[in-house]
């Protein structure tokens, strides 16, 4: 894994940073910088301080204002912190304009979303995936991590080896990403030829926001384990099974979870994994009801798919979590008759929105499972019917 000496070790204590601007609001930055201390937790820090700045625009040269960075500074000095976590991607210059003023390790977003996938990655093709979108990240900043050279003086024998070696180490990243890419292509082939092999299967694809559910329901619904755990980002492997429903046979898939200010570096070289998601027939968009920002979540996941050219399809919106939600949005003193008529209201209002296209669900509690099940089944049986209509009549 490269650039170790920005990666997070376990049990790492972290400050995290947030900016304010004209296209972030305060409530979205607090709601951002929640989510980064889960990112953070997930890759084995905790998130002891927060810090957010109001300003027009992220200054060029610190992201944050001088005297943020003073303030910062401050706070860390004596406190035993490891790591400063700034929200949003910062350039290689930043980082190292940053690091010099507060004298303490700096990554961004990016560089810990891409340090979790490194250590999470398992397959030969994660791994490879991962690696390119580390060195796709790690180029363009190169300039800014060789700015040490600069502080050996100006004048004859001092600049040009610098810069020399500056080059040397991008050709030596860019022929690395020319090799990683000549080998991914090689492993996306066989891939593809795999889905090909599945034969006239209809396929089935789990999609939506990190930790919304999705292996819990893939659990549930072709009934074998598949890993499940209460972190960010818990699988990055297109998991695939076949299920099988009142003799209707078909392929489910479980696929790595969006988010939001996905690096576009992890975008393109996981393609391969989100061939499964564009190649799919019906797409199963899982939410996380009980998440205060689950509508902004459904924002970046429809977002995404329509990136990847994948939001021209059938998709059936799966609202799990409905037991938190209800723990959430209810309150002890609250009738029975009233949460009747507020879950009855949250359904009317996504019923009619997604043309009656959802199940609401409970993941853990197995609750309205047997909709869910029904509703896949006569999407899958009306697609065999156009699709296939000599194989419809042997699936009833």
């Known amino acids: 894994m490269i650039d170790k000496k920005n990666k997070i070790q376990k049990e790492e204590r972290a400050v995290l940073v947030g900016l304010i601007h004209k296209e972030q609001t305060e409530e979205q930055v607090k709601e951002y910088l929640e989510e980064l201390a889960f990112l953070a937790e997930t890759a084995g820090a905790t998130a002891v301080k927060r810090f957010t700045q109001r300003l027009p625009h992220p200054d060029s040269r610190t992201f944050v204002g ?162 499940a755990e209460n972190k960010l980002f818990a699988t990055l492997d297109t998991t695939t099974r076949k299920v099988v429903f009142e003799n209707t046979p078909f392929l489910l898939s479980d696929t790595v979870g969006f988010i939001r200010k996905l690096p576009h570096h992890l975008v393109e070289s996981f393609k391969s994994t989100l061939d499964e998601v564009r190649e799919a027939d019906i797409l199963l968009h899982v939410v996380d009801t009980s998440h205060a920002q689950y509508e902004e979540q459904i924002g970046v996941v429809n977002t995404t ?54 199940v609401f669900v409970s993941a853990t509690e197995k609750r309205n499972i047997e909709e869910l099940r029904s509703t896949i089944l006569n999407k899958v049986r009306e697609i065999y019917k156009v699709r296939y209509p000599y194989k419809s009549e042997f699936l009833y």
Request: hydrophobic share 35%; aromatic share 6%.
């Open 66 to 227: 001088k005297g943020k960075l003073e303030e910062i500074k401050k706070y860390i000095e004596g406190r035993n912190i490891h790591v400063v976590i700034f929200d949003d991607e910062l350039s290689g210059a930043q980082i190292q304009n940053i690091e010099k003023a507060i004298d303490a390790k700096t990554i961004d977003r990016s560089d810990l979303i891409l340090d979790i996938f490194a250590n999470r990655a398992k397959t030969a093709q994660a791994r490879t995936q991962v690696e390119l979108a580390q060195y796709q990240y790690l180029l363009p900043r190169l300039k800014g991590m060789w700015g040490h050279l600069e502080r050996l003086g100006g004048g004859i024998g001092t600049r040009g080896p610098g810069e020399t070696e500056i080059e040397t180490d991008r050709r030596i990243v860019k022929d690395k990403i020319s090799l990683l890419r000549k080998r991914l292509s090689v492993i996306d082939k066989q891939a593809s030829i795999q889905r090909k092999d599945r034969g006239e299967f209809i396929r089935v694809a789990l999609v939506g926001y990190t930790n919304v559910g999705k292996s819990t329901l893939m659990t549930l619904l072709s009934k074998s384990e598949v890993f």
């Open 305 to 358: 798919l329509q990136e990847i050219k994948a939001f021209d399809k059938p998709i059936i919106t799966i609202f799990n979590k409905m037991d938190l939600y209800e723990k959430s949005t209810f309150d002890p003193w609250l009738e029975e008759e009233v949460k009747v008529d507020i879950i009855k209201e949250l359904k009317e209002r996504w019923e009619n929105e997604l043309q009656g296209n959802c």
